[in-house]
């Protein structure tokens, strides 16, 4: 057993606890800070397997902390990426209605873009054809020029570099296991690690430490799986990103295409419910468990229909046909575009998606908890990977 202290210790190498790393690094130089991940690399869950985009802002409302952090964050991130070399493709998107009646969430997605200073136009049949001639809309559709895409996996690398050579300290293969107080916890491998302050960014496991801690005792994770269709590069012509009309009461944008930094046109994703939090392929990490305590709880919101679950379930589990996915994102562009050589499964992703268990209700916007000792960020979803920079400096005013 070995015993380790730090001023601050980071519970998950993702993209929010490697903000926070930086964020404490500009503002506390001198700070000892440890890092500690279960895997043997940093983003090896929704960090690195995440699309990549990077949003501009406009399908949140205003007083939202994502509204709050999107707009910077964009700003901020393009700006580390041309700093450092990294890959971006600053495709720009549209978002296209398939009927008259998906126009007035349109128009409400262009009002809550202008309340929260996103640079977002309305555009008419024949912009969008200029704009992007494989997408089709009916009367109008709404051009973002600052949504773009980056290689996740490259940014975390990045930043873990960035932090090792200001003295941050890496674990790998060593995980939390659990809390013995007086802000002491105990790893998988039996060491023990003492902090002044712990930050639990653990992604799907946030909620389970933040209960050893007395936080977060009103939810639970319920995991959904994210997987797209790609092709190879060049195979299918689309230069912009195309998204339909969301359901803004839902958390989830719906199948769009998005063109990706290597230039290979991905479309997805499924938001499929999964069985256990790490639930990637077949029976991979299977932890009987958190199966259990997962499918009672989608089975308690399969039954009450909690936030249309049971519509979603059966829309999503649909998604495992190649047809029906390309089925679904036909409307958006021409008849004569040829979608056939979307056939490339990516990388199954996990959204760790924060349910309250008195409401019923999945969490639409950051959550936070904690005290001068702990901090556990619950809730951080897609635009996550959009708002890092400037969520990780708001954690580390507020509350370290």
Same mark, same amino acid.
């Given at each position: ?33 440890? &890092? ?7 983003? %090896? ?10 949003? %501009? ?9 994502? !509204? ?8 901020? /991130? ?40 996103? *640079? &977002? ?19 109008? %559709? ?16 990045? /930043? ?6 200001? *003295? &941050? ?25 003492? %902090? ?42 689309? #230069? ?71 519509? /979603? !379930? ?8 190649? @047809? ?5 994102? #036909? ?25 309250? #268990?008195?409401? #019923? ?9 904690? *005290?001068?000792?702990?901090?556990? &960020? ?13 969520? !990780? @400096? ?7």
């Amino acid at each position: 057993m070995e015993t380790h202290s730090c001023e601050y210790l980071i519970i998950g190498g993702g993209i929010i606890g490697l903000s926070i790393a930086k964020s404490l690094k500009e503002k506390k130089p001198n700070a000892e800070i440890i &890092v500690l991940e279960k895997e043997p690399h940093v983003g %090896a869950h929704a960090s690195g397997r995440n699309s990549g985009v990077l949003h %501009a802002g406009f399908y949140y409302t205003a007083n939202s902390f994502k !509204a709050k952090f999107s707009v910077e964050g964009n700003r901020r /991130l393009t700006e580390y990426c041309r700093e450092k070399g990294l890959k971006i493709n600053n495709a720009g998107k549209v978002v296209v209605a398939t009927n008259e009646k998906e126009l007035e969430t349109l128009y409400e997605l262009k009002r809550r873009g202008d309340k929260n200073g996103v *640079d &977002v136009s309305l555009i008419d049949e024949e912009e969008l054809k200029k704009l992007e001639p494989a997408a089709v809309s009916v009367k109008h %559709a709404l051009y973002s020029p600052s949504t773009s895409t980056i290689d996740p996996k490259e940014i975390v690398e990045q /930043l873990q570099n960035d932090l090792e050579k200001q *003295d &941050v300290r890496f674990i790998f293969r060593e995980g939390y296991k659990k809390y013995q107080g007086n802000n002491k916890i105990e790893t998988n491998k039996g060491n023990i690690i003492q %902090a002044r302050k712990i930050i639990n960014t653990a992604g799907l496991y946030a909620d389970k430490v933040a209960k050893d801690f007395g936080f977060g005792k009103d939810y639970t994770i319920i995991p959904f799986k994210g997987i797209y269709l790609k092709n190879k590069t060049s195979e299918l012509t689309i #230069k912009k990103h195309i998204y339909p009309v969301p359901n803004i009461n839902n958390p989830f944008l719906g199948v769009h295409f998005t063109t990706a930094v290597d230039g290979a046109i991905k479309l997805g994703p499924t938001a499929i419910p999964a069985f256990w939090r790490e639930n990637y392929n077949g029976f991979d990490n299977f932890n009987a468990g958190e199966m259990i305590n997962i499918l009672s709880w989608e089975a308690n919101l399969f039954l009450s229909n909690s936030f249309g679950f049971r519509d /979603l !379930a059966f829309y999503e589990i649909r998604k495992y046909s190649r @047809d029906y996915f390309i089925k679904l994102a #036909k409307p958006m562009v021409r008849e004569d575009l040829d979608l056939s050589s979307l056939r490339i499964k990516t990388e199954p992703g996990m959204r760790a998606q924060l349910l309250n #268990k008195k409401t #019923k209700e999945l969490l639409q916007d950051f959550v936070i908890e904690g *005290d001068d000792k702990s901090i556990h &960020v619950l809730n951080a979803v897609s635009p996550a990977l959009t708002a890092c920079f400037p969520f !990780a @400096d708001y954690i580390v005013k507020e509350y370290i």
